[in-house]
C-alpha cells in the first residue's frame, strides 16, 4: 500500500494518559500534515511538518499536544493528560511540497473514557 | 483567514438523478481539493482542482479562480455515493500549505 499510513486506526484512553499518533507519509512525501475532525464538524488544521521542522503550528492546542516528524521514522502527534474533549478522528495527510495536493490516510479514531 | 462555504448542507437523490454541489471562497487561492468522505469515515481525494474543469467518470468539477467558487457535479448517482463532500483551499507560501476545510455537503442517495 504506497498511500498514507496511520497507526493505529481506533485509539481509547482513560482521561489523563497519553496518546500517540502516528503516520507515515506516502513514499518521497516529505511534508506532513496533521488535522482534527470532531463529531459532525469538518476538518481542522492543526499543524504543518517537513523533516525535523515544524513549519506551522497554528492551528495547535497550546498545551497538551506536540508533534514531531523526524529523520527516521513516522511523523509523531502526541497528546498528554487526555481529556474528554480530545476525543475525535484525527487525521495525517502528506504531500510531495507546497503547491501539490494532500493525501490522506484514514485518519486515527480516538475515544477517551 | 480564509472562509469556505458549502452548499447545500443536505441533499437527498434518488438513484439515477444529477446533483451539483457548490463551494464558495474568501480569498484568492492555489489549492483546491474536493473529498468524499464514505459511511466509515475514510477521506477519497476526487480532485486536485485549484483551476480549470476536470472529469472523472460520472464526476466532474470546475473551478473558477477569479470569482471564487467551484462545483462538483455528479451524474447518474448511486448509492455507493452517499456520505459527505467536503472542499478545502489552500494558499501555498512554503511556510504556510494548509487546507480550511468547508462544513460539507451530506448526501444522501436512495434505491
Known amino acids: 500500500n504506497a498511500g498514507v499510513m496511520q497507526n493505529p486506526r481506533h485509539l481509547v484512553r482513560r482521561r489523563g494518559q497519553e496518546a500517540r499518533l502516528r503516520c507515515s507519509p506516502m513514499?518521497?512525501?516529505?511534508?506532513v500534515y496533521w488535522y482534527r475532525q470532531l463529531p459532525e464538524e469538518g476538518l481542522k488544521f492543526m499543524v504543518y511538518?517537513?523533516?525535523?521542522?515544524?513549519?506551522?503550528e497554528s492551528g495547535m492546542p497550546k498545551e497538551r499536544f506536540s508533534a514531531e516528524f523526524p529523520k527516521e521514522g513516522p511523523s509523531i502527534l502526541r497528546i498528554q493528560q487526555v481529556v474528554r474533549g480530545d476525543s475525535a478522528a484525527y487525521f495525517c495527510?502528506?504531500?510531495?511540497?507546497?503547491?501539490?495536493?494532500?493525501?490522506f490516510g484514514d485518519g486515527t479514531r480516538l475515544s477517551i473514557l | 483567514g480564509i472562509q469556505v462555504e458549502q452548499s447545500p448542507p443536505d441533499l437527498i437523490l434518488q438513484e439515477g438523478a444529477n446533483s451539483t454541489l457548490r463551494c464558495n471562497f474568501s480569498?484568492?487561492?492555489?489549492?483546491l481539493q474536493w473529498f468524499h468522505q464514505n459511511p466509515w469515515g475514510q477521506l477519497i481525494n476526487l480532485f486536485y482542482?485549484?483551476?480549470g474543469t476536470k472529469q472523472n467518470g460520472r464526476l466532474s468539477a470546475t473551478t473558477v479562480a477569479t470569482e471564487r467558487y467551484s462545483l462538483l457535479y455528479i451524474s447518474s448517482s448511486q448509492t455507493t455515493d452517499s456520505g459527505v463532500y467536503f472542499c478545502?483551499?489552500?494558499?501555498?507560501?512554503?511556510?504556510?500549505?494548509?487546507?480550511?476545510f468547508g462544513t460539507g455537503t451530506r448526501l444522501q442517495v436512495t434505491l
Open positions: 480569498d484568492s487561492v492555489n489549492n
Open positions: 513514499k518521497g512525501h516529505s511534508h
Open positions: 482542482i485549484p483551476s
Open positions: 511538518l517537513q523533516k525535523e521542522n515544524i513549519i506551522d
Open positions: 495527510a502528506s504531500s510531495l511540497g507546497t503547491g501539490q495536493p494532500q493525501h
Open positions: 478545502a483551499v489552500g494558499r501555498d507560501t512554503g511556510t504556510a500549505s494548509k487546507l480550511t
